[in-house]
């Protein structure tokens, strides 16, 4: 299917944290891109939000480590562009990152498996669910995309590379 809109997890999809026994990254240096994701996305022809061919983007990524402390969301968002730059290599557009600060079990909506963050970046780029795809890796992102009404694909499938890394 070709889909007007591709929505990505962060950790566990397109990164990873590089320091033994941490799950997620807290500042830069302490993350590295899976093997084959900047090879994967760049076969796609992406597209800026109103332009009229191409794919959109966007990244929807729970950083519930700003909620316990851990470090502060501007860091967070800096974290997740960077990521994003390095994927993709090109900056994203203001609009296209959205992220869940919120602690684990918060009863915030915009943490998956809630669909919000997906929601928002339908409306940005003004994507039906139907023309929408979320690559992620972990249960709570099928059902954020079950939630919003999309496609789900996991991120193993997606880049082709052993759901065990």
């Given at each position: 299917?070709?889909?007007?809109?591709?929505?990505?997890?962060?950790?566990?999809?397109?990164?990873?944290?590089?320091?033994?026994?941490?799950?997620?990254?807290?500042?830069?240096?302490?993350?590295?891109?899976?093997?084959?994701?900047?090879?994967?996305?760049?076969?796609?022809?992406?597209?800026?939000?109103?332009?009229?061919?191409?794919?959109?983007?966007?990244?929807?990524?729970?950083?519930?480590?700003?909620?316990?402390?851990?470090?502060?969301?501007?860091?967070?968002?800096?974290?997740?562009?960077?990521?994003?730059?390095?994927?993709?290599?090109?900056?994203?557009?203001?609009?296209?990152?959205?992220?869940?600060?919120?602690?684990?079990?918060?009863?915030?909506?915009?943490?998956?498996?809630?669909?919000?963050?997906?929601n928002r970046l339908m409306k940005f780029y003004g994507a039906l669910p139907e023309d929408v795809l979320f690559v992620g890796d972990r249960d709570a992102d099928k059902k954020a995309a079950d939630n919003a009404g999309c496609a789900f694909?996991?991120?193993?499938?997606?880049?082709?590379?052993?759901?065990?890394?």
């Amino acid at each position: 299917m070709n889909y007007r809109l591709i929505i990505f997890d962060a950790d566990g999809t397109l990164r990873y944290c590089s320091i033994e026994g941490q799950p997620c990254p807290n500042r830069a240096g302490e993350w590295k891109l899976y093997p084959g994701v900047t090879e994967t996305l760049a076969a796609y022809d992406w597209a800026h939000p109103g332009e009229a061919s191409g794919v959109g983007y966007g990244i929807a990524s729970n950083q519930g480590g700003v909620g316990v402390g851990y470090f502060k969301e501007d860091t967070a968002v800096r974290l997740l562009e960077d990521t994003f730059r390095e994927a993709f290599g090109f900056n994203p557009v203001e609009g296209t990152i959205e992220l869940c600060p919120h602690v684990p079990h918060s009863g915030c909506g915009c943490r998956k498996p809630d669909p919000a963050m997906l929601n928002r970046l339908m409306k940005f780029y003004g994507a039906l669910p139907e023309d929408v795809l979320f690559v992620g890796d972990r249960d709570a992102d099928k059902k954020a995309a079950d939630n919003a009404g999309c496609a789900f694909q996991w991120a193993s499938e997606f880049f082709d590379r052993d759901p065990e890394l």
